[in-house]
């Protein structure tokens, strides 16, 4: 380990943005913007972030106005209440839409490109979803749904999830979706919650190669969604008559399930409607989040809509360089806060690439296939999914163009340095490889990308502007250069406004403000470095803490997946002899058994990289491992399993059948 805990074989510097890069930067052009017009000297990015904390006011206004936010109203308070956390109260008296800022272009310039895993193509220019949007607002609106009523989607990551959104905020309705791949029950602890009044789903999705039909599902859950006054069927799968029957059959006439009708029905005598915006205050509801809900019922997370596009428009301008010029993507699906995020890339006027399927049918070039073919700028994916192009051999950078591309970002998980490594040797060489992390919580990111500054290995390059980020250590005092947990000590826009039907705010309270007295305290045990980026080392609930010392489940799992026989592992502490030690299970590649030499190389591994407390004293192989729908694995849910207490809800997972692997396993058995 290096000093003061932080880990060799970070810090080593990757990539260096070229001044001509620097000089064009949406960051640059900012900065000028906020020393002209505040007279101020600020010439880098660390005197631009102590001001934009010290001075959050004009910071937030000065974002504002360099996004060009459209408002019936801006109003002359941006921050009222600024002691209170929670409580403080943004832009109290502006009035926006959030569709509207979203729908701004008005050129004939692609809006979304998208390819599904069968690699049909649709494509929408701005006047064409500018019109999409419009139709089908009217027909919500010709449904009864008005403001603050909510509406549920259940749709893969097609560009008819992206019009139902944005004509659901138009309204001023809340909309709140989840992937296709959701059962009845894990569907029900979401939208059971919410009441939605209107459903846009699928007829169906395809994954690795498999057509799965969502309709008998759909009329599974929706029948027990009383507050349903439409479902609305897009078509994906089927077409014309075939998904008419598709319908009929899903939803006979003796359903008590009230107007199902496919999208071209819904939207029917609407083709000459215009786009109405409904101006609502700046914490007027849009989104409804979900917690991964693998510890109860998932928490209802709602956000904003100004909160939600300035700070989405602030981390996409300045931190992720977006221009009307780029073609950004990300991996995602539309239960992940990612696709909320990449969508309103549409603020900046910018091309959405959407993809739907698995990301390795027929093989891991498909992503970078689509790259290549549609001239992608910036790439998002998971940490996962960089991990396993890695671990399956693809080499982009002998196979691809890839002669747009200028970014890649990363989240979901820690990115591992040896996984910078494989970027830049494998994919490509110049390019600013982000990795960013925050959360559904608050839509966003506290540490993220920055096109002026280097990329470390194993950092997060900055901490996001306007957010008092810090790491306190366990009596809350604020440090450097050591772990501790993150932090944020002031307000900021996309805190949520709160929980769904949460009486007193005493869940929204208890999730973030109870750690620390008016602070809130994200849950990830991190380090700040000496480059002022950030190390995150994994989830603070998933902390081991072997004779008292505390590990991050990241330091371990760095050791292990280098090996080229392990796919990927989970590491949690189990109760032993009045202490705590370290399992570490690990899934092999095909027809590969963890033999006592292999178990002996990573302990010995371990123990050289880290410490002897991060050495695995059990090492056990299993044939899966359990993940959340967006990918990440559950360390909590197998900590709970083998120590014989219930996990709360497998509906979480997208792979619950896992968890039975790590029952009743022998190694684990206490002494008799």
């Not at 349903?228 to 009929?248: E, H, I, M, N, S």
Request: with cysteine; charged share 20%; net charge negative.
């Amino acid at each position: 380990m290096g000093m003061d805990g932080i880990p060799e074989g970070f810090g080593q510097k990757m990539w260096v943005p070229s001044p001509q890069r620097i000089a064009e930067a949406n960051l640059t052009r900012f900065i000028a913007d906020v020393n002209r017009n505040q007279g101020l000297a600020i010439d880098n990015y660390d005197a631009l972030h102590a001001w934009s904390i010290t001075q959050p006011q004009q910071f937030w206004d000065a974002v504002w106005e360099f996004g060009s936010v459209i408002s019936a109203e801006k109003g002359d308070d941006i921050l009222v209440d600024e002691a209170r956390m929670p409580g403080a109260r943004w832009y109290p008296t502006a009035r926006l839409n959030f569709a509207e800022n979203l729908l701004r272009c008005k050129t004939d310039k692609p809006a979304i490109i998208f390819r599904s895993e069968t690699g049909r193509e649709e494509h929408y220019s701005y006047p064409q979803l500018r019109q999409a949007v419009a139709e089908t607002a009217a027909g919500l609106r010709a449904a009864g749904v008005t403001v603050g009523d909510r509406v549920a989607g259940y749709l893969p990551n097609t560009p008819y999830a992206v019009i139902a959104m944005l004509a659901t905020a138009s309204i001023g309705a809340v909309w709140s979706s989840s992937s296709p791949d959701f059962g009845v029950s894990g569907v029900l602890d979401r939208f059971g919650q919410i009441e939605p009044k209107a459903l846009f789903t699928a007829d169906g999705y395809y994954y690795a190669g498999k057509t799965i039909d969502c309709l008998p599902v759909v009329a599974e859950f929706a029948a027990q969604l009383p507050s349903l006054c439409c479902v609305v069927v897009c078509p994906y799968t089927r077409k014309g008559a075939a998904l008419q029957q598709a319908v009929d059959d899903a939803f006979p006439g003796t359903s008590n399930i009230k107007g199902v009708a496919t999208l071209s029905s819904f939207t029917e005598g609407f083709q000459e409607a215009e786009l109405q915006f409904e101006h609502l205050p700046f914490d007027h509801p849009l989104y409804i989040m979900y917690s991964s809900g693998t510890t109860g019922v998932p928490k209802c997370i709602v956000h904003g809509a100004g909160g939600t596009l300035l700070q989405h428009v602030k981390e996409l301008a300045l931190h992720s360089n977006v221009t009307a010029d780029d073609r950004i993507f990300y991996f995602t699906t539309c239960g992940w806060m990612m696709w909320n995020w990449l969508v309103s890339a549409l603020a900046l006027e910018a091309t959405l690439l959407l993809y739907d399927g698995s990301p390795f049918h027929p093989d891991g070039n498909t992503i970078f296939n689509f790259a290549d073919d549609h001239q992608m700028t910036i790439l998002g994916t998971s940490a996962k999914f960089i991990d396993a192009a890695n671990k399956a051999g693809i080499k982009p950078k002998q196979t691809h163009a890839l002669e747009s591309l200028k970014a890649i970002l990363s989240t979901g998980s820690p990115l591992m340095p040896e996984s910078f490594d494989y970027v830049y040797r494998d994919i490509k060489e110049d390019l600013c490889l982000s990795s960013i992390s925050g959360g559904t919580d608050i839509i966003s990111c506290f540490a993220l990308g920055n096109p002026v500054l280097p990329v470390y290995k194993g950092e997060l390059q900055s901490l996001g502007l306007g957010l008092q980020v810090e790491v306190y250590d366990e009596q809350g005092k604020a440090v450097r250069l050591q772990k501790g947990e993150l932090v944020c000590s002031a307000p900021f826009p996309s805190m949520p406004t709160g929980f769904w039907n949460d009486p007193g705010d005493k869940k929204y309270r208890a999730a973030y403000f109870e750690r620390f007295e008016g602070i809130w305290c994200h849950g990830d045990y991190v380090a700040l470095t000496e480059n002022n980026g950030l190390i995150i080392f994994g989830r603070s609930d998933a902390v081991l803490n072997p004779g008292g010392v505390r590990i991050g489940t990241a330091e371990i799992y760095r050791q292990v997946e280098q090996f080229d026989e392990v796919i990927e592992a989970l590491v949690v502490g189990q109760q032993w002899q009045g202490d705590v030690r370290v399992v570490l299970f690990v899934r092999l590649r095909d027809g590969l058994s963890l033999t006592p030499e292999l178990q002996k190389v990573i302990k010995d591994r371990t123990r050289k990289n880290a410490t002897p407390r991060h050495v695995p004293a059990v090492i056990v192989q299993v044939a899966d491992i359990p993940r959340t729908k967006s990918g990440k694995i559950v360390e909590l849910a197998v900590r709970n399993v083998i120590h014989g207490e219930p996990v709360k809800n497998k509906e979480a997972l997208a792979n619950p059948e896992a968890l039975n692997l790590f029952a009743d396993i022998a190694e684990l058995a206490a002494p008799t």
